[in-house]
């Protein structure tokens, strides 16, 4: 079909989507009040790696019952501009759109200063069956094609951890901010749809 962009060029029909996996270390620092990075570098494996400025926190809570109690926290952000990724396969490619979904669950912390103060946590306090983190999104290479994706990360291992700054001393509150890195498998779903020049 015809371009949307008054470009000279058509959309080939998109090829079934892929599906590649991996091992990946993903690095996060973000706030309700800044824009924050994302990183996302593949250890082993296949599939999309990608450094961006993210939005502030979006809708985020934490759920903060007490250290042995557990908790959990969640937020979401989209893409700042556009930013810089890696496609196995392809090669360099630019990230269009990026929205971001993250809710992790929480058997126990630690929060040395009481409640309403920054608490941490490591691999090992993850809940095994209440991690979700996803990033779902569109990129394009320097040769035309454009890609739709999807990578969603696994069960943390060793050396994740993070640390979550709550926005009051409720066992619900907002989150002021948070820092995380984790190493988990990944799955990459990716949908590509080539550009072809008229003649």
Same mark, same amino acid.
């Given at each position: 079909m015809p371009s949307t962009d008054g470009s000279n060029a058509t959309l080939a029909p998109s090829a079934p989507p892929a599906v590649q996996s991996g !091992?990946? $270390?993903?690095?996060?620092?973000?706030? *309700?009040? %800044?824009?924050? *990075?994302?990183?996302? &570098?593949?250890?082993?494996? +296949?599939? $999309? @790696?990608? @450094? +961006?400025? +993210?939005?502030?926190? !979006?809708?985020?809570?934490?759920? *903060?019952?007490?250290? &042995?109690?557990?908790?959990?926290?969640?937020?979401?952000? %989209? $893409? +700042? /501009?556009? #930013?810089?990724?890696?496609?196995? #396969? !392809? /090669?360099?490619?630019?990230?269009? &759109? $990026?929205e971001t979904k993250v809710n992790v669950a929480m058997n126990r912390y630690a929060q040395p200063g009481g409640p309403g103060t920054e608490l941490s946590f490591t691999s090992v306090d993850m809940a095994a069956r209440g991690i979700y983190i996803e990033f779902a999104g569109t990129a394009h290479g320097s040769g035309g094609d454009r890609y739709a994706f999807r990578v969603t990360l696994g069960q943390p291992t060793a050396p994740s951890g993070g640390k979550v700054m709550p926005d009051g001393p409720g066992q619900n509150a907002p989150i002021q901010s948070k820092m995380v890195v984790v190493q988990a498998p990944i799955t990459t779903v990716l949908t590509t749809t080539t550009v072809r020049k008229l003649p």
């Open positions: !091992v990946a $270390l993903l690095n996060c620092t973000i706030s *309700a009040t %800044h824009n924050g *990075a994302q990183k996302l &570098e593949l250890l082993e494996g +296949v599939g $999309l @790696e990608f @450094e +961006v400025a +993210v939005s502030p926190i !979006v809708d985020g809570t934490v759920q *903060a019952r007490g250290p &042995e109690q557990g908790g959990a926290y969640r937020f979401t952000s %989209h $893409l +700042v /501009g556009t #930013g810089k990724g890696a496609l196995a #396969g !392809v /090669g360099p490619v630019t990230i269009d &759109e $990026l």
